[in-house]
């Protein structure tokens, strides 16, 4: 048999073998989305040691003007994701994404782990590739499952996408969040011009939003700020401007549908079919009375409620599944244009797309991630957004640098965008102010997590400093010692790590926390949880102890399970 007759069979064979696993998935799948798993391959390094985030410390951007400090992250956001589940799972409020849209022709590239001989740097799929929506999928999955875990209980995560894998994405999506968390299928007008060189003209992106629990919302809690344009005062009402909203309501009740007489005209009104008025025959009267019921401009039609802005302004306006009236990618690329100069990024997001998702969604203080960060619009947005109302919404990125993409524009965007820049028409634009912490992933030890020996545990103890950190929103290093770091928030917070298992100078350790005014979190090398060490911070206030590095490894382990 020749040597091509041998490959040749080898290869029936493995397509067997895929060929029977998916068979075995499609029987056990009642309903939903089927796939075959393409294994994802990672450099050897991150395959086999314990990943964990180290700062660049040149590319810290400090302004002490109290507002907040955001975070980068370089690196394979897979990698991300696991770090992130350390030091930031359950407290991520907003989660937006722009990942690769698989359409064959937009450089998606995915390290396939059988043949890793053949494709080491990985490979770009083209349209017609036979696994191509199974390595999206793939890629997707795990990346979702992490993401998750992060959200807060009251968490929810918007996903642009395009018709290449929108209906797949929505199976994916009620797979990992559930069905019932599914909030809509937003479509984005993205473009305006119409292209010439297909059947229909695509101008449009879909945006799937998704709750962590649905159970958690209430109606009303993504509303937009309402729209005051139509308000007016036609009768010099002491309360304010108003508009005249219908006093019918959806559904019969029927103790809502008595007649209403209009005193001007002396017509009886009854609830359309199907409705009720809003409100009792008493509580109508009451409303009459004190001016609250109107019958049109010239008082000759059905009964009508006022609603005034103040009440408008507090409960918003209901936001619609189509958005055609924000800015299209045409607008984010002259923005970042105007930044960056002409072509270091294709297709940016828009501001007013992500203006619009975090003031639906996010609250004054909330966490915000993107790990898909691209050009950084999302960080852009939530800048913009603190500087219009006062809030301290915190923005998370994640970015790998393939192309220089995450220091050449993610970073270089928002560096300009903090501290001021010339646009490219020659015009001075002030900064934001804010502040950012660049981290990159690395890896420690010699083995994962799931086989972590004594020697990585030391390892991962001496280098976990920017994750307690970041776990504790404590950002800016104090002191760093061949023994111990100290970390605060600059308000009156602190996190102090004693990472050796020499405890040499863990006595000079201990005054250092005793000296510290404000809230402390303290880490203390521990084969244990930490607990044998409480004794020692007895009598101090405002002192929480926990130990390293196992539990930093049991939260890494459980990603696996």
């Not at 390595?135 to 642009?160: E, H, N, P, Q």
């Not at 970042?336 to 072509?343: C, H």
Request: charged share 30%; aromatic share 10%.
């Amino acid at each position: 048999m020749t040597t091509q007759e041998e490959q040749l069979k080898r290869q029936i064979r493995e397509l067997e073998k895929e060929r029977d696993i998916l068979r075995s998935q499609i029987k056990h799948q009642q309903y939903g989305l089927v796939w075959l798993d393409v294994p994802e391959a990672f450099d050897e390094e991150s395959e086999n040691k314990i990943p964990i985030l180290e700062e660049v410390t040149d590319k810290a951007i400090c302004h002490d003007d109290g507002k907040q400090t955001h975070i980068l992250i370089e690196g394979d956001n897979y990698h991300s994701l696991k770090c992130l589940n350390y030091t930031h799972k359950g407290k991520v409020d907003v989660i937006y994404i722009d990942p690769p849209y698989n359409t064959g022709n937009d450089g998606f590239t995915y390290k396939d782990k059988r043949v890793m001989d053949k494709d080491p740097e990985g490979k770009e799929l083209p349209k017609n590739h036979p696994l191509r929506h199974s390595t999206w999928l793939s890629f997707m999955d795990k990346r979702l499952r992490l993401a998750k875990d992060l959200l807060s209980d009251k968490g929810v995560i918007f996903i642009s996408i395009d018709d290449n894998e929108d209906a797949a994405l929505k199976l994916l999506c009620d797979s990992i969040f559930s069905r019932e968390n599914k909030v809509a299928d937003i479509i984005w007008q993205s473009r305006k011009s119409v292209s010439n060189d297909t059947f229909i003209s695509n101008n449009h992106n879909y945006t799937l939003v998704y709750f962590k629990d649905s159970k958690k919302w209430n109606k009303g809690d993504l509303n937009m700020p309402a729209s005051l344009d139509k308000f007016e005062n036609p009768d010099n009402d002491p309360r304010g401007a108003w508009v005249a909203d219908p006093f019918d309501a959806p559904e019969i009740r029927q103790n809502l549908t008595y007649p209403i007489i209009n005193p001007n005209t002396g017509k009886f009104y009854l609830p359309p079919e199907g409705r009720h008025w809003r409100t009792t025959e008493d509580e109508y009267k009451k409303m009459l009375a004190d001016g609250r019921i109107v019958f049109g401009k010239k008082g000759l039609t059905k009964p009508q409620l006022k609603r005034y802005i103040y009440e408008a302004e507090s409960k918003g306006q209901t936001p619609i599944s189509i958005w055609n009236d924000i800015e299209t990618t045409t607008d984010g690329t002259k923005l970042l244009d105007s930044i960056l100069g002409k072509n270091k990024f294709s297709n940016p997001k828009p501001i007013g797309l992500l203006n619009r998702i975090l003031t639906i969604a996010s609250k004054s203080d909330s966490v915000i991630l993107d790990f898909f960060a691209g050009s950084g619009t999302t960080l852009h947005a939530t800048m913009n957004l603190n500087e219009q109302d006062g809030g301290k919404r915190q923005c998370i990125l994640c970015q790998i640098n393939e192309g220089d993409i995450c220091t050449d524009v993610t970073y270089e965007r928002n560096k300009r965008v903090m501290n001021g820049y010339t646009d490219s028409k020659g015009n001075e634009i002030e900064g934001l102010g804010n502040s950012l912490k660049y981290y990159r992933t690395a890896f420690v030890g010699k083995n994962n997590p799931q086989k972590a020996t004594d020697e990585d545990k030391l390892v991962l103890a001496k280098k976990a400093g920017c994750l307690l950190a970041l776990a504790e929103n404590t950002l800016y290093e104090q002191k760093c010692t061949d023994f111990y770091q100290v970390y605060s928030d600059g308000k009156g917070r602190y996190t102090a790590i004693y990472f050796q298992e020499d405890y040499t100078v863990y006595e000079e350790f201990l005054q250092e926390v005793k000296g510290m005014e404000g809230k402390r979190t303290v880490y203390v090398f521990s084969w244990g949880t930490g607990e044998e060490f409480s004794s020692d911070f007895e009598g101090m206030n405002d002192v929480t102890l926990r130990g390293i590095p196992q539990p930093i490894l049991d939260i890494y382990k459980s990603l696996n399970q």
